[in-house]
């Protein structure tokens, strides 16, 4: 198989560019935007060798994962682009649902029940299936913003903060060209719903109805310090909001965020 826009992205004219090899989608994205790229257009590869994550975590994307990028160039200050991850996020579950119809109906209860963990992970039966990492530059007035996503399809990486997995291993036999087609018309939908901000309300709706641990105990570590408390809801911005024992609600921009056993693991 090989790359291909699905039917949704074509009509919305989303470009492709698709490779054998690359080092990262979201750096080749980013080149191209200072080069003049209006967007949008989705960068894809086969194989990705120096790939980054948060925290400048290494994202190794072996043949048969999906490595891809998003560029969209956009009239938006930096917060308000910072908010697209979420939709972000909801276009790739409803893609990994999509792809997942055969295996739910197949394994039943055993099989792949998806969660969106903030600020930008895909779950999968609690385990991390898939990484969302936004990057965003001002070139000529106005805000290039690429969104990489990073799923595990064949393979997951071992020894990693968060227990990951990958479709496979969940009996979801699919390839990453049928994930990628998938994801590019589930953008199109989500990425309308937000509107350049404007539809945030609705994508926070929709997010926090498939959010991972909403409502139980859970634990951000921030540098060196750790604040526990109850995972509440996020706010218009996107912040996590943790609510204390004593019932002050706090906003977190960012932090590794643990639920349930593993929060009360971190917090001792």
Known sequence: MTFALGPRAISA??????????????VEAMLRARGGEGGPIWFVTAEQTAGRGRRQRAWIAPRGNLACSILEVMDVQPAVAATLGFAAGLALEAALQKVSVEAALRLGPQGPRYALKWPNDVLANGKKLSGI??????????LAVVVGIGTNVVAAPEGTPTPAVSLAALGVQIAAEELFAALSDAWVDFRG??????????????????AAGLGEPV?????????EGTFDTIDDTGCLIVRSADGRRM????????????ASARAT
């Open 133 to 142: 990492l936004l990057e965003a530059e001002a070139i000529a007035g106005r």
């Open 219 to 227: 634990a951000i570590r921030t540098g060196t310090a750790t604040l």
């Open 13 to 26: 004219g989303c470009k492709l560019a698709a490779f054998d090899q690359l080092g990262s989608t979201n």
């Open 193 to 210: 719903i937000w509107d350049n901000g404007r539809g945030f309300a609705e994508i926070r709706r929709l997010w926090l109805a498939r």
């Open 251 to 262: 906003p977190v921009t960012a932090g590794e965020v643990y639920f349930g056993d593993a």
